[in-house]
């Protein structure tokens, strides 16, 4: 759902940015308690984790894009019908959520590198680690500013992990089918059509692994650079079904390739063309990355917030 990388130069750049980012606190106490947190200083370590793994890497990839997988994993779980599921509880660090087909990954590589920022601040919960360290992803890249509240607790286990099957599958057989599932799995959540669109813009960032999902390559040419570019490749692309790999017949899941064959599309990505409700937003966001930029930091900021009982205190706000 995500960069030739030089991030060296951003390390301890982005101090206006993170400055400029809205954290909402409604749990004065937790307030009160990570009160002595310099969130600004969280900010850095996360950069400085997928800084230090970039530079391990030197292919261009990081983890930024993990990051924010991160992130909308661990809260698209949710469902308004029984309030169940969500980032509160930061309880994909268990089973089962942390076996389920659709983390795959995100244990061994993602959480597993926040280790460090969550011992240098044990103030903060997993929950707002893992959501905050998406937020700073988008940001860290040039996206848009995400309001942001922290107040998630941790669940000591993952008896109260929701059911398996509630994150979004790339494919279900056809275009019809897969789109049906894509509303299935976001109206249970509580977006519509709109918010739908701009949240899967978020695959500008990164790239798919065979050896995670099954499926292969980047969306984008700037896979570590937050933009609209994924809508306009959209558009502007001729995709089609990918048949070969490195000379070799393609062995994977049913994806999209881009004439060059270095881009890829999911059958989940073809569907939001192939959709006229779907394709409006696309075309829309293709032509006006602000539009974009402002819609999906409000369905984000939403997404990350979903199933949190946050406390119902007179709001104590703070800028960093």
Request: charged share 25%; glycine share 8%.
């Amino acid at each position: 759902m995500l960069f030739t990388l030089r991030h060296s130069s951003l390390r301890y750049a982005p101090a206006l940015a993170a400055s400029s980012t809205l954290l909402l606190v409604n749990d004065v106490a937790y307030a009160r308690e990570t009160a002595a947190v310099d969130l600004q200083k969280v900010r850095e370590a996360i950069v400085d984790v997928i800084e230090s793994d970039a530079e391990k890497r030197g292919d261009g990839t990081s983890l930024y894009g993990t990051m924010i997988r991160l992130a909308w994993h661990c809260s698209g779980t949710y469902s308004q019908h029984d309030h169940s599921g969500g980032s509160a509880g930061g309880r994909m660090r268990f089973a089962p959520e942390a076996s389920w087909g659709a983390n795959a990954g995100l244990k061994d590589v993602a959480q597993k590198a926040l280790e460090p920022v969550k011992a240098k601040f044990p103030e903060l919960s997993y929950a707002d680690l893992y959501t905050y360290a998406g937020v700073v992803a988008v940001e860290e890249t040039g996206g848009p500013k995400i309001p942001f509240r922290v107040g998630r607790s941790d669940e000591p286990d993952g008896s109260t992990s929701p059911p398996d099957g509630r994150l979004p599958d790339a494919d279900k057989g056809s275009h019809v089918a897969t789109r049906q599932h894509i509303r299935d799995i976001f109206y249970r959540m509580g977006f519509n059509d709109q918010e739908i669109v701009a949240l899967c813009g978020a695959h500008a960032m990164g790239r798919c692994h065979t050896d995670r999902s099954g499926y292969w390559g980047p969306w984008t040419n700037a896979e570590n650079t937050f933009s609209n570019e994924y809508f306009r490749l959209l558009v502007e692309e001729r995709w089609s079904p990918k048949v070969t790999h490195n000379g070799k017949p393609w062995e994977g899941p049913d994806q999209y390739e881009n004439a060059a064959g270095n881009l890829m599309m999911l059958p989940s990505d073809i569907a939001l063309i192939a959709d006229p409700e779907f394709k409006k937003w696309v075309e829309a966001y293709a032509k006006d990355e602000n539009l974009f930029f402002r819609h999906f930091s409000k369905a984000f900021s939403k997404l990350l917030e979903l199933g949190v009982p946050f406390k119902s205190a007179e709001p104590w706000y703070k800028f960093w």
